[in-house]
């Protein structure tokens, strides 16, 4: 994706007033240059005890015995049991606290917990009622009754300055003189890594999940209804007794109004929704040790909203991106299960096939993920079959849409849609750019193994251009378009966690887009200026949704100028050599920064440590 940044500013904004509130002592809480150099072995390991409270009280230290419970009233996240603090409805304050020692030489350290709140606070703009989180002396943020929710949402930190030291984890919740607020923490995590080989792709689980989707449209396209089915394998030695399916929509709307409905689910039971409402929880019929395999099915209803949006309509225009639900990814971290950010993306899947069936109008075209088969159905009706292997999603459009297409010259079938307004030379430019840029990335990166590849071409895209495997939204810009159709390597054939680790894409995105057009990135490095010490090339999304001004600027620029400086130092035929083998090696896998930094350095005899340090790669 390529935001506008004025945009992502102002989305930044909103996001702030709706979510817990940030205090200026996060970026110091978020610190990672000046944490401890990674030592030759790091152990990861989670560090907070009996954050599930499910082993007593210990070693919590609580300010009365009913703030770890089990009593009625409240729910656990996970269990029986679970920590409420305040919900009197009068003058109170409860506190909830545990030293813990976060160990050096970990590159990395994330605090997370899951909090539900609820009041009976009218108000919509007075925090009467709060909850502060704060580690060592450092607020990291402070919610209220604003922040109500009708389900658990996990809180995520960055807390990786506190490596080697000793400090403590406190939570204190106050309330004025009436009117309850209560605050229920569960499942405190904090988790140490880096330094080690990060988890082979076996212990990522639900893995080869394949999905089979039927759904029939309304005559606009704005509304789907159908059934979702998936089969998946526990690829890990952990008996797999739970999946979570994502359903990202759910950000678009709200939990008492979801545009992403999934009911009569077959093959386990539906728990409760979590994340705003775009995680839901689904218990298995029985366990799954490693190489079984299962099979969920659910009933599903999609109602897109109005907007020029990457899930939305513009007119008789229908963009469906992030619809579908997909299975949240497990491994040595547990379930990710990050919020949705519209500053970047937050999505984390592993390759998966699929086929799913479309029926509409005939009088809508329905560009898609795969290869498409359209035949006829009942009377004025089309259905579309799509077929996809090995893609983390799927996503697809529906409209009148003007359509051309194309063959690039190694053989990649290519196809334009264009809302109206596009003109002729336009949609022509867009498919000689699609031609180019197909081949070029194929010619740097392997072969494109999607068969056809479609692009919706609309100017009123606010955030410039969005990818999808085999599907891409965008303006009728060379250059977005370029970059856009490369991530089809980076985020598609070789996946990354976009959510942690958003610069494995994004920046080798516009790399690879510089390289297609020619452009070397002579001096670029000489223009980086950073506005923090917190601030990093390899951020997480948690920290640009915070400093959004800067996302663009941080991960697309100075991130592509990074690796413009690494092939002056090791070459260009070195790192045209490394980028293909290491695309190669993770080709349908996952990438981590720190494979990556592996990669590079046994690329070379030149020791790249300070190459890192100076670029603000860490991990």
Known sequence: ???????????????????????????????????????????????????????????????????????TGQTAHGGTTFAWLDGVGSTHTDTLSQSVT???????????????????????STAYDKLTA???STTLATYSNLNKASGYVQKTFDVSAFAGQTVTLAFTGTEDSSLQTSFVLDDVALNTSGGTTPPADSTRTPAAPGYTVSLTSNTSGTSWSGHESVTFTNASSTSL??????????????????????????????????????????????????????????DLAITVPSGADRFGYDGAFVNIGNALPVLAVKDGSGWHLD??????????????????????????LVPATGTSVDTAGSSGRTVTTATASKVRDFAWAAGPFSKISGTSTAGTAINIYSVSGISSSDSQSMLSTAKSAVDAHATRFGAYPYGELDAVIDNNYWFGGMEYPGFVLDLVSTTALTHEIGHQWFYGIVGDDEYNNPWLDEAFTDYATDLAQGKTGTSCWSSVSWASSAENITNSMAYWDAHSSRYSTVVYGYGKCALHDLRRVLGDTV?????????????????????????AQAATTTDLTSFWTTHRIVG
């Open 339 to 364: 919020p949705y950010t519209n500053n970047g993306e937050s999505f984390y899947s592993l390759a998966a096939d699929f086929k799913v069936t479309l029926d509409h109008p005939t009088s809508l």
């Open 1 to 71: 994706m390529r935001p506008t940044p004025l945009k992502a500013l102002a989305r930044a904004v909103v996001v702030a007033a709706l979510a817990a509130v940030s205090l200026p002592g996060i970026p110091a809480a978020a610190e990672t240059s000046t944490a401890p150099a990674v030592a030759a072995a790091c152990t990861p390991a989670q560090v907070v005890t009996n954050g599930g409270f499910e082993s007593g009280t210990s070693p919590w230290t609580q300010s009365s015995t009913s703030v770890i419970t089990s009593r």
């Open 575 to 599: 790192m045209a050599n490394l980028l293909k083998s290491y695309a190669t090696s993770h080709w349908y896998g996952v990438s981590t920064t720190a494979e990556f930094k592996a990669a």
């Open 102 to 124: 976060i160990p050096s030489g970990c590159s990395s350290a994330s605090l997370t917990f899951w909090l539900h709140i609820d009041t009976t606070e009218t108000t919509s």
């Open 241 to 298: 007794s739970e999946v979570y399916l994502r359903l990202w929509d759910n950000y678009h709307g709200t939990c008492s109004a979801m545009p992403i409905v999934v009911s009569n689910v077959s093959g386990g039971t539906a728990g409760s929704l979590s994340v705003a409402c775009t995680a839901l929880q689904i218990s298995l019929s029985s366990p799954l040790a490693q190489g079984q395999s299962a099979t969920i099915g659910f």
């Open 134 to 136: 704060k580690i060592g």
